[in-house]
């Protein structure tokens, strides 16, 4: 064992002991088709009388939204995230906000419009912080102003994290991670997600299970509850991924995949992702490759590279998701999975030259942050890039 792997599972264990003293509060869930009507009867119970409402123009212009502005009365809107939002788009979000007296956020997308809130809203709670500085840990420290987010796709399970990935100067994403980020209510409303592609859906999908997974896999911040929870979201997300993104109608399988996110969402806020998600944030910073698409190439060569370190936990999620052939054979389901979704194996937008410094920030994002399996040094950093680079 290196001095470095000492040190980082030192650092660990002393944040997993903490962890375990202090109050992880959960988002109030309101879930089921058609569940987005709540949204005004929510705003009032949160005291808001001017939200600020984050959401894709196509979001805004679709009738489950026109259904529900007219109970809303007051409010504003910010359409112009962009995927892997960048730190001016957290700044304009921030700047409407305060310019219109707004006293509330409500998120309604994916991860970009749901993250970029999140770390608007911790502008607004620190105007003494940048979000260079609330990045890493536990940097906000202040509570948020009252924060609904509402998915439309099944993935990020950001309406129930304590995260908010944005990107930086020079393409580096970085997470901005602290309890008062999780929102205080999470519409899960299937009918949200009925449109969405199968390549999304797919992509989507394979992220919530990378949650699940490398959050199940992590040493000493997992809970009975985390791994119940991530247990479930595998066997669900096997299970119905493939029906939704063949028949996208079809609203159990989107529901399931809903809370199977939430639940991933649950798990990995408390018991961490991994060297996966280590890996896919440079791609994403670096090349814009979506985040759900970076994590389901990334997710099955990780694991097999990790071999026996995680034998009897991808055992026990085999078997709970129906798998045979054990912890191989749970990799090799993923491998199929990925295929059958029409998800590739590699990247060909990967250059050599920009490896040393995918590695440096893999590096300084997973360790000692996250207590995967097996921790990686730079090497095997690159190792992992170099397989999934095609030519
Ligand atoms: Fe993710």
Redesign the pocket.
């Known amino acids: 064992m290196t001095a470095k792997t000492i040190l980082c599972r030192a650092q660990q264990a002393a944040v997993g002991l903490g962890g375990r003293f202090l109050r992880w509060p959960r988002p109030v869930c309101i879930t089921g088709p058609g569940s987005l009507r709540r949204l005004p009867a929510l705003l009032r119970e949160a005291g808001v009388k001017k939200p600020l409402i984050v959401a894709s123009r196509r979001q805004l212009a679709d009738p489950s939204f026109a259904a529900v502005a007219e109970g809303l009365g007051e409010y504003v809107t910010f359409s112009d995230v962009p995927a892997n939002p960048p730190v001016e788009t957290v700044e304009a979000v921030a700047a409407l906000y305060r310019r219109s007296g707004c006293d509330g956020f409500v998120a309604i997308g994916g991860g970009s419009p749901m993250d970029a809130a999140k770390a608007a809203a911790a502008r607004i709670a620190r105007p003494d912080r940048t979000v260079a500085q609330m990045g890493g840990l536990m940097k906000v420290g202040r509570t948020i102003p009252p924060f609904i987010a509402v998915p439309t796709t099944a993935g990020?399970g950001s309406e129930t994290t304590m995260a908010a990935v944005v990107t930086g100067a020079d393409h580096h994403k970085y997470a901005l991670g602290d309890l008062h980020l999780i929102p205080r209510y999470a519409i899960l409303d299937p009918a949200l997600t009925v449109s969405l592609p199968p390549d999304i859906t797919a992509q989507t999908g394979m992220?919530a299970l990378?949650?699940a997974v490398e959050a199940y896999c992590n040493r000493f911040y997992n809970t009975n509850q985390t791994r119940r929870l991530a247990e479930a979201a595998a066997a669900d997300i096997f299970r119905y991924l493939p029906i939704a993104c063949e028949n996208g109608a079809d609203l159990e399988a989107r529901e399931k995949l809903l809370t199977a996110s939430f639940h991933a969402g649950c798990a990995f806020t408390r018991a961490g992702?991994g060297n996966v998600?280590a890996i896919a944030h440079t791609l994403g910073g670096l090349y814009g490759v979506g985040?759900g698409l970076a994590?389901a190439v990334l997710l099955p060569v990780v694991l097999r590279d990790y071999g026996a370190a995680v034998t009897p936990r991808l055992s026990r999620l085999a078997q709970c998701a129906g798998i045979r052939g054990g912890a191989a054979g749970f990799v090799d389901a993923i491998f199929a999975m990925n295929e059958k979704l029409g998800i590739p194996r590699g990247f060909s937008c990967i250059r050599e030259e920009d490896i040393p410094r995918m590695t440096a920030w893999a590096d300084a994002e997973a360790n000692p942050a996250y207590p995967v399996p097996v921790i990686y040094d730079r090497a095997r950093f690159a190792q992992i890039i170099r397989q999934i680079r095609q030519e």
């Open positions: 990020t992220d990378t949650h992702v998600h985040h994590n």
